[in-house]
């Protein structure tokens, strides 16, 4: 069955570091992979997006990349900060243009 | 620019009720898709709408509806309320269909539903 999987464990990070957050997906061939960030009480927003053709996307602190031969996006956040404290979603786009998340990684930073 | 608003932000239904929920896309957005949020896990879609037909459906049963109006507004209905319907409903525009390929998703801070 199709499936795709974040951190089950929430992530805490010291202030400064980077923090690298995994998606994996089986049964998928998705054209498409976005980042979001959710907030407590908050809709999602987006962060990034990746197509398949490309390894690599970066913005600011953030970076995504996006393997299709291990089915996985690796998303990290270099120089972290408490502000970046937040949950934080993968999203699918599959040939059929359905989109599935993933369940989220919490992300804690400490100063 | 206002973004993706929705109403109202907080409801209390009880079992075997019906509740309609509204979303005001941005202004020149033609897709709006709707997610329901489980406490604890990811946005599952629910449905999409463009140009005020319906263009995809998740894995939900019929108790549950929507509808797209000719400003591009929309109301999900969800008829016979169960426990299980409890949730947070959020609403997402984008420019473009295929929800978000070639467009983010822009969401609105969802309807937190309760039902007793």
């Known amino acids: 069955s199709q499936k795709i999987e974040q951190n089950s464990e929430a992530l805490n990070i010291q202030e400064g570091k980077t923090a690298t957050l995994t998606c994996n997906y089986t049964?998928?061939?998705?054209?498409?992979l976005q980042w979001y960030r959710q907030d407590p009480g908050r809709g999602p927003v987006f962060l990034l997006l990746i197509r398949e053709n490309e390894k690599e996307k970066r913005k600011e602190r953030l970076k995504v990349t996006f393997d299709t031969t291990l089915k996985q996006s690796l998303f990290h956040i270099t120089a972290s900060q408490p502000a970046d404290s937040a949950t934080y979603l993968c999203?699918?786009?599959?040939?059929?243009?359905?989109?599935?998340f993933g369940s989220g990684t919490r992300l804690s930073i400490r100063p | 620019d206002a973004g993706v608003t929705q109403s109202p932000t907080h409801l209390i239904k009880t079992r075997g009720q019906q509740v309609t929920l509204r979303c005001s896309p941005i202004s020149g957005h033609k897709s709006v898709s709707w997610y329901q949020q489980v406490l604890g896990q990811g946005p599952q879609f629910i449905f999409q709408?463009?140009?005020?037909?319906?263009?995809g459906r998740g894995n939900f049963p019929d108790r549950f509806s929507a509808r797209q109006f000719p400003n591009y507004s929309s109301e999900l209905n969800v008829n016979a309320l169960l426990l299980g319907d409890s949730a947070l409903y959020l609403c997402a525009s984008s420019l473009a269909l295929g929800q978000g390929a070639h467009s983010p998703l822009h969401f609105g801070n969802g309807t937190r539903l309760t039902v007793t």
């Open positions: 999203a699918l786009y599959s040939s059929a243009s359905k989109i599935i």
């Open positions: 709408y463009y140009e005020k037909e319906e263009r």
């Open positions: 049964n998928y061939s998705p054209a498409y």
